[in-house]
């Protein structure tokens, strides 16, 4: 079943519409309503065409959220084959909010990272609802090293609302876990492609996504904060979230023009929700032409082209 968001409140009663049509027709087989059935579908693209070409950044928020929106476990399935996830950092135990391992990449050994953040109750509990703990980033800095070690491009893929807060987390070393995750990003020889295909929340974002390219979905955001946290900072009022998210810059669009991020990959009309294995395989050709490209460094410069790239980022502002 559909989830509509807000917004798309007139693409809901459209779509309601159809949705009562065919199933007239399938209850009464002299009912002919294929002429308003087409009708009624053309509005749709129209309304949706209309909509999603003037979404502001809360409404971009809002989608890069939503709950049918491909996790990183429907990207592993698409794009990766022999995918053997590793677990544990060798240190305190699992966390299932960051996945990793090995796998090929249109034949190509690679390390796979991403979070996850679940499709149901059961499963967002288990994935700790994309959050990871120190425990995820240690098992994060464990694949980098390896990939390392054996030469194999990481590719990792962002969807978090930002690292875990909670009290046992921050008894771990949830910062140091973070810091270092993010050096060993800039310290590893081998390429690295992140890219954020949802929420791409403050520290617990970068600490995988500090690649050789870095690349966003069309609607999916990238921030220090969530506008809910920032409004709460700034006025003490969470309901404000969406001016919070205006003045954030945190939408693709607003990234590249900053140099935060290298290029956008488009999403189908409405959203990546609408049409997953499209833009599935959108994001596999963008990462398949970035590796190409790193493929032709040595690892040498492969990290000094990292490192200087995010150096650059607001030199020019």
């Not at 049918?68 to 135990?93: E, K, M």
């Not at 590249?256 to 596999?284: C, F, M, N, S, Y």
Request: charged content about 25%.
């Amino acid at each position: 079943m559909q989830t509509y968001l807000d917004f798309e409140k007139p693409i809901s009663d459209l779509e309601g519409k159809i949705h009562e049509l065919k199933k007239l027709a399938a209850e009464d087989e002299s009912i002919d309503t294929s002429d308003e059935i087409n009708r009624l579908e053309t509005r749709v693209r129209e309304a949706t065409k209309e909509i999603y070409a003037k979404l502001g950044a809360w409404e971009k928020t809002q989608v890069a959220r939503h709950p049918q929106r491909p996790h990183f476990v429907h990207y592993a399935a698409q794009l990766f084959t022999d995918f053997t996830p590793l677990a544990g950092d060798r240190n305190f135990g699992e966390d299932a909010a960051i996945q990793a391992g090995l796998a090929r990449f249109n034949g190509t050994a690679v390390a796979v990272i991403g979070q996850e953040k679940g499709h149901d109750t059961k499963s967002r509990l288990k994935h700790n609802f994309g959050s990871p703990r120190p425990e995820g980033y240690r098992k994060a800095i464990r694949i980098m090293e390896m990939a390392d070690r054996f030469g194999l491009p990481i590719i990792s893929l962002i969807d978090t609302a930002g690292a875990y807060p909670g009290v046992g987390a921050e008894e771990r070393g949830q910062a140091e876990a973070i810091a270092r995750s993010t050096e060993t990003c800039l310290s590893v020889r081998v390429p690295m492609v992140s890219v954020v295909i949802g929420e791409g929340g403050s520290g617990g974002a970068i600490a995988i996504a500090t690649g050789n390219r870095v690349y966003m979905l069309e609607h999916a955001i990238y921030s220090v904060i969530s506008p809910e946290g920032a409004a709460s900072i700034l006025w003490r009022d969470s309901t404000r979230a969406r001016e919070a998210a205006t003045n954030m810059k945190i939408t693709s669009d607003d990234l590249k023009a900053l140099g935060v991020i290298d290029d956008i990959i488009p999403e189908p009309l409405g959203g990546a929700h609408r049409d997953p294995q499209t833009v599935i395989a959108a994001t596999g050709k963008v990462i398949a032409s970035a590796l190409q490209d790193l493929s032709k460094l040595s690892g040498d410069q492969v990290r000094a082209a990292r490192r200087q790239k995010f150096l650059d980022i607001g030199r020019n502002l």
